[in-house]
């Protein structure tokens, strides 16, 4: 078993319930309510700016000049699809340039920029990878599944096909590559340290999806 197969396995469960959330769910039928979408994106936007920025500064610290570039090119694609597939949707579902301005990044995405951020900041680079790595292959299984069962004449056919598209796939899977490869080269220890980074990035995008669904954005003061 490769270590990023010993990474799925121990977090099954919570990648199951990913699968099953009420957002996918609706997203795959193309039911998801028009207010619950506008709202994803707008933080999806956000949360993807610092997903760049974590991406850039892990690969600062790669190894060798092929992660460097690997890592530094999905950044620029993470930046690209901010740009293109949200300025899409912003404009289809009405979310102008002002609201998105006006729009508070909500907590969950918040904590998630920021518990990447911290990773890539201080973490070795072998921790970091595994941090940043449920981005990548929770949004590629969620876009396969759901490009699966999906009826023709979905609104929400852009980002299907983005995340379940031959271009996403490469590039998930130089990451699993990277992932193992850091793994194989790391002692015991570091190894736990990656386990701990991915399974909190898997409960981070639980998070993400669940405070789009109920459309939350900071908890009121009790």
Same mark, same amino acid.
Request: net charge negative; hydrophobic share 50%; with cysteine.
């Given at each position: 078993?490769?270590?990023?197969?010993?990474?799925?396995?121990?977090?099954?469960?919570?990648?199951?319930?990913?699968?099953?959330?009420?957002?996918?769910?609706?997203?795959?039928?193309?039911?998801?309510?028009?207010?619950? #979408?506008?709202?994803?994106?707008?933080?999806?936007?956000?949360?993807?700016?610092? #997903? =760049? @920025?974590?991406?850039?500064?892990?690969?600062?610290?790669?190894?060798?000049?092929?992660?460097? =570039?690997?890592?530094?090119?999905?950044?620029?694609?993470?930046?690209?699809?901010?740009?293109?597939?949200?300025? $899409?949707?912003?404009?289809?579902?009405?979310?102008?340039?002002?609201? #998105?301005?006006?729009?508070?990044?909500?907590?969950?995405?918040? $904590?998630?920029?920021?518990?990447?951020?911290?990773?890539?900041?201080?973490?070795? #680079?072998?921790?970091?990878?595994?941090?940043?790595?449920?981005?990548?292959?929770?949004?590629?299984?969620?876009?396969?599944?759901?490009? @699966?069962?999906?009826?023709?004449?979905?609104?929400?056919?852009?980002?299907?096909?983005?995340?379940?598209?031959?271009?996403?796939?490469? =590039?998930?899977?130089?990451?699993?590559?990277?992932?193992?490869?850091?793994?194989?080269?790391?002692?015991?220890?570091?190894?736990?340290?990656?386990?701990?980074?991915?399974?909190?990035?898997?409960?981070?995008?639980?998070?993400?999806?669940?405070?789009?669904?109920?459309?939350?954005?900071?908890?009121?003061?009790?």
């Amino acid at each position: 078993m490769s270590f990023t197969q010993d990474l799925a396995a121990a977090t099954a469960t919570l990648r199951k319930q990913i699968h099953d959330m009420p957002f996918n769910r609706a997203l795959a039928d193309g039911s998801l309510p028009k207010d619950a #979408f506008q709202g994803y994106i707008v933080q999806d936007a956000h949360y993807l700016e610092g #997903f =760049a @920025r974590a991406l850039a500064l892990t690969a600062a610290k790669a190894p060798d000049p092929d992660a460097v =570039a690997q890592l530094s090119g999905s950044a620029a694609g993470a930046i690209a699809v901010e740009r293109q597939l949200h300025a $899409h949707y912003m404009g289809l579902f009405g979310v102008s340039a002002e609201r #998105f301005t006006a729009t508070e990044v909500s907590a969950a995405c918040d $904590h998630y920029v920021a518990f990447l951020l911290r990773t890539a900041a201080l973490a070795d #680079f072998a921790e970091s990878v595994a941090a940043l790595l449920p981005c990548f292959w929770i949004y590629r299984d969620v876009g396969h599944e759901i490009a @699966r069962i999906s009826p023709e004449g979905n609104p929400f056919a852009a980002w299907i096909d983005t995340y379940s598209g031959e271009a996403f796939d490469e =590039a998930v899977s130089r990451m699993l590559a990277l992932v193992d490869r850091s793994a194989d080269a790391s002692d015991a220890a570091t190894r736990v340290r990656m386990h701990r980074a991915f399974a909190k990035g898997c409960w981070h995008e639980w998070r993400f999806w669940d405070s789009a669904w109920h459309q939350q954005g900071w908890p009121a003061p009790a």
